[in-house]
Structures are given as C-alpha cells and as structure tokens.
C-alpha cells in the first residue's frame, strides 16, 4: 500500500509518516519553510519526504508556485490512499479535488478540530472543511467526544468516523534540549501555548489569589502568543509579582526550560478539541491540571496523570492547583503515570496499527 499524506501539523505528520513507514510505503508532503531545524532532524530516508517550496528564484507569487507545485506532486504520486490532516487550507482543497476528481483515490481526513476555535471561523475555512467532510471515505478524529460532536452538529455517518488517539508529537523537539541541570521549585505554575478565549486563561489569572493565599510564593508562567495580551495584563493588575509573562514565541529551547522549571502545567480551557501541551507536559514528567471540555479528559486520567475540573470555574480550579502544589509525591507520582501513558498507548507505533485498519475499510468502501 502506497500511502500520501497531506498537511500542515507539521511535527504530528513526521511522526506518522515514520511510524506507518515501518509497515507501508509512506510519502509525506510538507511545505519546506514551516519544517523547523529541530523537525528536520527527526526525519530519516524511511518515508518519502516531497517539499512545496523550491528555491529557485520564480517570478510568479510565491502561494500560486506553491499551487502548481502542489499539482505537480501529487500528480507524479501514484498513492493507494491519501490522508489528508485537516486545517482548512488551499492545499487541502486542491489535494482534496485532484484525487478525488481527477485522480480517483479514497481518501481519509483527520480533523484535528472538529470545530474552529472561538475567533478562527473564515468563510473559505468553513467550506473547503465542509467539503472534505461531506466527501472523505473516512474520517480520523482524536476522542469520543469529538465523533459525536462531528455525528450531531455535522451529521455525518457513525460508521465513516473512526476515533484515534493524538499520539507523542510535539515532545522530541522540546526534550531535545532538556537539561539534568534544571529542575522546579515546587511553586511554578505554567500556562503554555496559543493564547486566545477559548485557551480560558481568564480563570488561571482568577484562580491566582486563592492559590497565592493557600501557598505563599507561587509563580505563574505566562508562556505564548495569540490574541492582544493587554485584557490579561489589565487583569493582573497590581499582581504582576506573582506572574512571570513571556509574550511571544517561545523557541523549543527556551520551552524545554520553561517545562523543566515549572512544577503544574496547567489548561484551563473553556473550548477544545485535544491539546498538544498534554503531551510536552507528559514527556517532561509534568503532572497537569485541565478542564473537562472536548476530547482532553481521554487522554488525561483522573487523579492518576492529571486532576480534571469543570471549565470556567477558578475556585475548582485553584483547589486542584493547591492540591498538587501541597503534595510532592502525589505530583511525581503523576508525572511518571503521565509519562508511561505517553509512551504506551499514546505511542504512535500503536496508533498506525488502528490508522492503517482505517486506510483498509476507505479501500474496501471505494472499491464497493
């Protein structure tokens, strides 16, 4: 079985392509300028990697040579399947159309998002999701929750959804550049990643007081970019001696260290899908504390990785915070839980032998 893969998660996508290339002939095609340095060491010559960029110098704007290139790719791959993951993007449409048009080839769609995000809902996003919803032979999502929300607000068919967990990415590039040197002070409160409504930060920064008064001398770390900080800021206020803020994006160096110092990590978010930083926390042997929304609660197990609370609630969420923060071994106990999690089930060799069950029943649907 020739296999295609088509995206922009750039690290999830290397680490499938690997994983299914130890069974199958794999090509993955990734747009060149968003492989970072520390992706780029993680790939080997197991799986065929095809980049949309040249460097050439080419006077037709760069997103239209993308597009021809893209066409050009995927015409000379003669795949069996192609698995397209799901953002919502031109590449995704064109891909989409060729083989299924042009190029007849069953397709399967992981919608990493089963939604866009409060504040994320383009038009065309909103229509080329909908077409490669309507029209994939299957559909790969990450969690129960998320196949019922894709079966009641969608009404796609049960039997074309097939749930998967997200699998360990996001964690090579940061562990990369772990350091025995460094560890945590037992007060290190860490917020990390996008920042935008649905992240619910409002609620940690809400949360802060009942923890700062239950155990004196805590920090909370502000780690990531997204929306304009200044709402946050003005919600601080007179507590920024409590906060460490680092606004911007944060390198996978500068991150390993921030995941080295802090002693919780923590999403208190009111609106998701799956979470990436599950996972760094996960391989940094970080005990977490999250919120009971979408497919987060499935990766995380209650009172063995993690402690789960209802959203939108910081006097909940400051009570599991002060729980951990009072209890060392309760924490490392959940940092290693977390960690076994993250290579055993979690692991991407045991989610290619579900994903390629998918690529066989697409197969068989198309030849029906």
């Keep these: 079985m020739k296999i295609l893969i088509e995206g922009y998660f750039v690290d999830y996508e290397i680490q499938l392509a690997k994983a299914l290339s130890k069974i199958e002939h794999t090509v ?10 520390e992706f780029r060491e993680m790939v080997n010559d197991q799986f065929e990697l095809r980049t949309l960029e040249s460097n050439k110098l080419n006077f037709l704007p760069t997103k239209l ?16 399947i192609v698995h397209i993951q799901v953002q919502g993007g031109i590449d995704n449409l064109i891909t989409f159309i060729y083989f299924k048009i042009f190029h007849k080839r069953p397709i399967v769609a992981t919608f990493h998002d089963v939604k866009p995000h409060l504040g994320d809902r383009p038009i065309l996003l909103i229509f080329i999701r909908y077409w490669i919803r309507k029209y994939s032979d299957a559909i790969i999502v990450h969690g129960e929750t998320l196949k019922e929300q894709m079966i009641k607000d969608y009404r796609v068919p049960a039997k074309k959804i097939f749930v998967m967990p997200i699998g360990e990415h996001e964690v090579a590039p940061f562990k990369k550049y772990e350091r025995p040197d460094i560890t945590d002070d037992g007060r290190t409160i860490l917020f990390f990643g996008r920042i935008y409504e649905y992240k619910g930060l409002k609620y940690l920064i809400e949360a802060e007081p009942i923890i700062s008064k239950a155990v004196p001398g805590i920090k909370v770390v502000i780690a990531g970019t997204g929306e304009n900080f200044k709402k946050y800021q003005l919600m601080i206020g007179k507590r920024n001696h409590n906060f460490i803020v680092y606004n911007y994006h944060i390198s996978y160096r500068q991150g390993a260290e921030i995941f080295q110092k802090s002693t919780i990590v923590v999403l208190p978010y009111v609106e998701a899908s799956q979470s990436g930083v599950v996972l760094t926390a996960y391989g940094f042997k970080k005990p977490i504390v999250v919120t009971n929304v979408g497919s987060i609660p499935e990766i995380v197990d209650n009172n063995v990785t993690g402690l789960i609370v209802p959203p939108k609630n910081a006097e909940y969420l400051a009570e599991a915070i002060i729980k951990l923060l009072l209890d060392v071994n309760l924490r490392k106990r959940m940092g290693e839980n977390g960690f076994t999690k993250l290579r055993t089930e979690l692991s991407f060799d045991e989610i290619v032998k579900k994903t390629i069950s998918v690529y066989e029943k697409a197969l068989h649907h198309v030849v029906n």
Excluded: C, G, K, Y
């Design 28 to 37: 993955l095609i990734l747009p060149f300028s968003q492989i970072a340095e």
């Design 65 to 80: 040579r993308n597009f021809i290139n893209l066409i050009n790719i995927v015409r000379r791959i003669d795949p069996d």
